[in-house]
């Protein structure tokens, strides 16, 4: 029970998002676009009686495996920062598959949406949740910048994940203007190309880090 409570938001997003699409299933064309190209056109059909629940169903597994993998030393009140940081991370997930369960159902039903832009702003959307959190992860091998250099030192493990979270922050409230402002196809390339800059500065920022500081022999959990 405890563990259902700690996950409540993520499985009432997972959950909410296998509802939806069961009460809009007879709205549905026989055929329902499941995957765009980038230039926003439709490039993959499937029939209604699996394209309706492929995203419910593959943010239901993704939950259910980031829930399993939990290590069990942070479900206990009194294990420190993980026992609430790993719950909000998901549910960040979560939220994010939910709403791009309801983009596809939408834009099933011949909704007007610019699906590339919106998944875009979405996604901008989940880094900015999730470098809201880096910050405060401590030392472990699920979550965060996992390198030998981080895991071997915490002062490396801290001051990294500090400034990747002001990375990530900016960098997905970046791709939410950019997406908005544009609404262009080169949107999501832009958003890969700001994300993925975030994390190779955040690692070569740690490898600095690792040349100035001695080794304190700690590993993550």
Known sequence: MNLIRRYAIAIVFALTGLIIAALLYPELP?????????????????????????????????????????????????????????????????????????????????????IPTDITVGIGILFTALGNNLGKVPPNRIVGIRLPRTLSNREVWSRTHRVAGWLFTLGGLTTVVFALTTRSPAGA??????LTASALVASAYSFMLSRRLPRDGTSGD
């Open 189 to 194: 390339m832009f958003g890969v190309i700001v």
């Open 30 to 114: 026989a055929r329902v676009p499941v995957h765009w190209s980038a230039a926003g056109v439709v490039d993959h059909w499937m029939a209604k009686s699996e394209g309706a629940f492929i995203q419910p169903i593959t943010t239901l597994a993704v939950i259910g495996l980031l829930i399993a993998v939990e290590r069990r030393e942070w479900r206990g009140q009194d294990t420190g920062a993980m026992h609430w940081l790993y719950p909000a991370i998901v549910a960040a997930v979560a939220g994010f598959m939910f709403y791009v369960t309801i983009l596809m159902l939408f834009a099933g039903m011949g909704s007007h949406l610019n």
